[in-house]
């Protein structure tokens, strides 16, 4: 069961993932088009009703939040959190990194070595994000929309995601970043891909599989707290 958590589109695209062997998405708006009358994330979440009622294609409403710095981040991790399935943080400046890796709430750090010459991620931000499950991206968007003369940088930075992954245990999910239908990859062919950058197929596999079913059952976990929380409360 393949899943891609960080795809900007519409049930279209979602659909054209199903075809290509997903089993699930999440559709991901960047939280500078949210507000909290927007209803932006209940349209992601409808897209769900562009599928047959047997179909058991799971569609997950995302929302990837931009911070100008830690405190804007949590600010508005904590706006975000109980509207969306699943909290993805971009990554690239080291305050904002480490404040990802801390918080618990959220799912993922996407692309942390955007726009740098190593891969954001250091062993004390290892640590941490093995401590709070907070899943580091394989952003294949990054990849191949780099210049050729400079991908032995990016894939550089992937292979260093990996070593750290080995030794300190975080969680590692491989995305698409896809905003079309070019941007999207069959999962075998990510799971070739990822040969490139050291990653064995075992270790592919878990990050398109694995990784994003426990960022769902943690966070049917969080949703059954809270909803509990406020029978007691009533």
């Known amino acids: 069961m393949f899943f891609d958590f960080h795809i900007h589109g519409n049930h279209e695209l979602a659909i054209e993932a199903e075809t290509m062997g997903y089993c699930g998405v999440s559709l991901v708006v960047n939280s500078q088009d949210c507000n909290d009358n927007s209803g932006i994330i209940k349209n992601l979440r409808k897209a769900t009703n562009h599928l047959p009622d047997d179909n058991k294609f799971i569609i997950n409403a995302g929302v990837e939040i931009h911070a100008r710095n830690p405190e804007d981040l949590k600010k508005k991790v904590k706006k975000f959190r109980k509207k969306a399935d699943v909290i993805l943080v971009h990554g690239g400046d080291l305050k ?4 990802a890796t801390e918080d618990p709430r959220i799912d993922i750090l996407s692309h942390p070595y955007r726009s740098r010459y190593d891969s954001g991620i250091n062993h004390v931000l290892s640590v941490k994000a093995a401590e709070n499950s907070v899943a580091v991206e394989i952003n294949l968007k990054y990849l191949l929309l780099t210049r050729s003369n400079q991908r032995h940088r990016v894939l550089n930075q992937f292979q260093q995601i990996v070593k750290l992954h080995r030794k300190y245990k975080f969680p590692m999910i491989i995305n698409s970043d896809a905003s079309s239908i070019y941007d999207l990859r069959n999962p075998n062919d990510v799971i070739a891909l990822a ?13 398109l599989s694995t990784a994003p079913r426990e960022i769902m059952d943690r966070n049917k976990i969080r949703d059954e707290t809270i909803l509990s929380g406020v029978r007691l409360i009533k």
């Open 96 to 99: 904002i990194n480490r404040a």
């Open 195 to 207: 040969s490139c950058f050291g990653m064995t197929n075992d270790e592919a596999s878990r990050a």
